[in-house]
């Protein structure tokens, strides 16, 4: 059973990432604690009214809700047998440490990728309404225009409301103030490995199974 995390700023691929290891591994959930939040926001749940303003604003979530919507995420049947690629947790050094009194990570995947390619990604960013599965108006566009290549719905090019030039600024800025203690916290536990962005979905079967095969690594 694996437990990874998907780490990296807006926009490098997190979601593609989990998809991509998803095809190899069908039983490992994937959870987004962006795509929870926003389910609880368009289903005007308690949790969503108080995360609204956060999420519209490009800010952070606090801490102790998206702890305690994560917490009960893991715990759930599927995830406890089958489990997990963490995608958008931790944020904070506070929710790496609160995770590592709910469970042991196997795997911290950093992904790198240059600023360009971040406003890129996240300007151009949508999914299909029907299915989520998520394009690029410049690096992923549909193979046929109008149409998603997963579930055959008509899609329209309808960003995020966060994907704005004004919320991602911020998003980035929160990203620089809070990775480098995290990244730090999961270099010592000696499970951090890095990954290029743009390598992402090219990358073989053979090496996605290397990539997340179980190991410690050694002390950098
Ligand atoms: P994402 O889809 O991961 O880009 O997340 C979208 C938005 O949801 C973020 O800009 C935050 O407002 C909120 N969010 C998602 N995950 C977290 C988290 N771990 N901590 C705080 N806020 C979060």
Redesign the pocket.
């Known amino acids: 059973m694996k437990k990874i995390i998907l780490f990296g700023p807006?926009g490098s691929g997190?979601?593609t990432l989990a998809s991509v290891i998803i095809k190899i591994f069908p039983d490992i959930v994937h959870i987004?604690?962006?795509?929870i939040?926003?389910a609880n926001l368009k289903n005007e749940t308690p949790l969503g009214f108080k995360?609204k303003k956060?999420?519209e604003e490009?800010?952070?979530?606090?801490?102790d809700?998206?702890i305690e919507m994560?917490r009960k995420r893991l715990a759930q049947k599927d995830v406890k047998t089958c489990g997990f690629v963490l995608?958008?947790?931790?944020?904070?050094i506070k929710?790496a440490e609160s995770l590592s009194k709910i469970v042991d990570i196997d795997l911290f995947l950093l992904i790198k990728i240059s600023q360009y390619a971040i406003e890129k990604r996240i300007l151009g960013r949508f999914s299909c309404q029907i299915c989520g599965a998520i394009y690029n108006l410049y690096t992923l566009p549909p193979k046929v225009k109008g149409i998603c290549d997963k579930c055959g719905s008509k899609i329209e090019f309808i960003q995020?409301t966060?994907d704005n030039v004004q919320?991602l600024k911020k998003?980035l800025k929160?990203y620089e103030n809070n990775a480098k203690p995290i990244i730090k916290y999961y270099k010592k536990k000696r499970i951090l490995k890095y990954i290029n962005s743009e390598k992402i979905l090219s990358l073989s079967n053979k090496q996605i199974r290397k990539m997340i095969e179980k190991e410690k690594l050694p002390l950098l």
Not at 32 to 35: D, K, N, P, V, W
Not at 87 to 92: I, K, L, N, V
Request: proline letters at 9%.
């Open positions: 807006p997190k979601g987004s604690t962006g795509a939040l926003r995360a956060y999420i490009g800010k952070l979530v606090p801490d809700l998206v994560v995608d958008g947790f931790p944020r904070t929710q995020r966060d919320s998003r929160h």
